[in-house]
């Protein structure tokens, strides 16, 4: 598990740093110099030309000092500096008036578009920029991204915010980011995440204390985290594992019940039952005889049956889903998992949930939970997920090309999928995931998270094998032992 800060906490940890623990700030400029400079001779060959192009804070103080760096290192580089010379840090003073001692170059502004050189270095703004882009500072990196030159951010690409992912009117689309100490939700969030290129978190020698100081704002998962996975044990059998209640598809529509249901399998779940139109039981059972069978008339006399829910991958809207759902909300106790079409059921006929209960809305559904246009949600993922979990009293995953996961107290973003995974089916697949970790036990907010992530390492996995293009939620079933497999292996 890593941590992710916003501009505000990653400054917090630099002040600790300096004026709690005595860091020098210039010792820390130094050290994140040194790290950028390390990436940069690693991947680039002596005889590429490198401008520095600098803005008048510590940002452009960290691009000086590489600029100089890499000079030493018998590199050409150079420096342009943005901005007026009066507004100049004095870390950014020290190291401009180090750099000319130091025979480095020191250009004008045009010589971005020269052609001449073949990387810049973006050290316009850093993680403070809070307002948007103007005036010179947003005709530089017009001239920055309209070059051919490779270019490496500072921190952050010039013009990103550091906790929403937001383009503040222009950013620099960098080709590698070289960010020092901690993560920032802006490089992870979008479209940050796709103006930062490659992104290196480099170590520049915060203490432990200072980096303890600060609670992160959200985190992601990364292999490791797969331990979280329910224990198996030797001595066991299929009632160990749990039931899972999968109230799915509808009248000659089945696609969905076996997705979900599949997929409850593959998560380790002993035994699913899945709920649905009669007319879907020979093709059900055809396709996974594995499962249990149950229509929909019979769902009082199975509900306590299981040990987890998962309603609404595609049981449309009539009057009977809505009458299943309205059932199901009034007299389960276990973990459930509300899906689908069953959002748009719940926006209508309740205020809140329990909390063992898991909302799994898209942008499109998440409007019917809280009000809010598709346009305000995408603006504000992060907030949007955490105040609809605290206003409905249960876990909410807000599925996007960055899925956002909060129990109102803690939040998780998770960084593991592709594109090829916006395809019908998919998210049912989640939702089977998540139902088959409940049934064994783990706690709402956890299986959520957990099921993210593992969904998309299965399509991380089966994208090297079937491409973006030809990836199918089925494949997905198939990528996720083998997602468990290639983390186990890595433990050993």
């Known amino acids: 598990m890593k941590y992710l800060y916003t501009g505000d906490q990653a400054k917090a940890i630099d002040t600790h740093a300096i004026h709690t623990m005595g860091m020098p700030s210039p010792v820390l400029m130094e050290r994140a110099a040194m790290s950028m400079a390390a990436i940069l001779m690693k991947r680039e060959k002596h ?38 010379e009066e507004r100049m840090t004095e870390e950014m003073k020290q190291q401009l008036y180090l750099a000319v001692n130091c025979q480095v170059p020191v250009l004008p502004l ?24 103007t005036g010179v500072y947003e005709a530089v990196i017009k001239s920055i991204n309209e070059s051919s030159a490779r270019c490496y951010a500072v921190d952050i690409p ?26 920032k939700m802006g490089l992870v969030l979008y479209p940050g995440c796709e103006y930062a290129g490659e992104v290196f978190i480099t170590d520049i020698g ?65 035994l699913v039952r899945v709920v649905t139109d009669k007319t879907n039981r020979t093709a059900l059972l055809g396709s996974l005889p594995e499962i249990l069978f149950s229509e929909r008339e ?24 809505e009458e299943m759902i309205q059932y199901l909300i009034k007299h389960t106790s276990v973990p459930t998992v509300i899906d689908g079409d ?64 909060s129990n109102g107290t803690e939040t998780y973003i998770n960084t593991s999928g592709n594109h090829g995974m916006a395809t019908g089916g998919s998210g049912d697949v989640l939702a089977g995931l998540m139902g088959g970790l409940l049934a064994q036990k783990v706690e709402p907010f956890e299986a959520a998270k957990l099921a993210v992530y593992l969904h998309g390492l299965a399509g991380d996995t089966m994208r090297k094998e079937k491409t973006a293009y030809g990836l199918m939620a089925s494949d997905l079933l198939e990528g996720i032992p083998r997602a468990l497999k290639a983390g186990q292996e890595n433990e050993d």
């Open 47 to 84: 005889d590429v030309k490198i401008l520095a192009v600098c803005g008048t804070g510590n940002n452009g103080g960290d691009a000086v000092a590489v600029a100089r760096i890499l000079h030493e290192q018998g590199y050409y580089a150079a420096i342009a500096v943005v901005g007026e």
């Open 110 to 133: 045009s010589s971005i578009s020269d052609g001449v050189f073949d990387v810049i270095i973006d050290g316009i703004f850093g993680i403070g920029l809070s307002r948007d882009v």
């Open 158 to 183: 010039s013009g990103i915010c550091a906790e929403t992912g937001h383009v503040l009117n222009i950013a620099v689309k960098a080709f590698v980011t070289v960010t020092f100490g901690v993560n």
């Open 206 to 270: 915060f203490p432990k204390a200072s980096t303890a100081s600060v609670q992160g704002r959200a985190y992601f998962y990364e292999t490791e985290d797969l331990h979280r996975m329910p224990v198996r044990e030797n001595r066991s059998h299929k009632g160990t594992y749990g039931h899972v209640l999968v109230i799915a598809g509808s009248k000659d529509m089945c696609g969905a019940c076996f997705l979900a249901a599949k997929a409850a399998y593959t998560a380790g779940a002993g």
């Open 298 to 321: 019979e769902l009082p006399d199975v509900l306590d049956w299981a040990d987890s829910v998962v309603a609404g991958p595609g049981i449309g809207l009539s009057p009977k889903a």
């Open 342 to 405: 069953a959002i748009s059921i719940c926006g209508r006929h309740a205020d809140t949930l329990p909390g063992n209960f898991i909302l799994t809305p898209h942008v499109k559904e998440m409007t019917y939970l809280t009000g809010k246009t598709i346009p305000e949600l995408l603006e504000e993922i992060v907030p949007s997920t955490e105040d609809a979990s605290k206003k409905w009293g249960c876990t909410i995953v807000q599925k996007d090309a960055r899925t956002v996961v």
